[in-house]
């Protein structure tokens, strides 16, 4: 068993910045891929950015040079640092990770960016 915690979410206005974290109850290590995804009211989840072990980093073409994903393992956390927030960064932030075959998400946490 898994459990995602998420942190770091609430209200920004526009061009503002906001870091999220999740910290993992086990090594983040032994997680094949770790990502940030969000969902906003009415659409699909969609994967924001992604680490996988090595260190290899993929992100969504909307977020490049804004977003950037990181992992701590001294901490078991992995960090999304969001800058140049835009209004439709609006979503809630899931914190997924891939452990021996299973999905495993965190409760989210609301990102709001004002115009």
């Known amino acids: 068993q898994v459990q995602l915690v998420e942190s770091g979410g609430g209200l920004v206005q526009l061009g503002g910045s906001l870091r999220l974290s999740c910290v993992a109850s086990?090594?983040?290590?032994?997680?094949?891929?770790m990502g940030w995804y969000r969902q906003a009211p009415g659409k699909q989840r969609e994967l924001v950015a992604s680490?996988?072990?090595?260190?290899?980093?993929n992100y969504a073409d909307s977020v490049k040079g804004r977003f950037t994903i990181s992992g701590d393992n001294a901490k078991n956390a992995m960090f999304l640092q969001m800058n140049s927030l835009k209004p439709e960064d609006t979503a809630t932030y899931y914190c997924?990770?891939?452990?021996?075959?299973?999905?495993?998400w965190g409760q989210g946490t609301q990102v709001t960016v004002s115009s």
């Open positions: 680490i996988a072990t090595g260190g290899t980093t």
């Open positions: 086990r090594n983040i290590f032994s997680f094949l891929v």
């Open positions: 997924g990770a891939n452990h021996l075959g299973l999905q495993y």
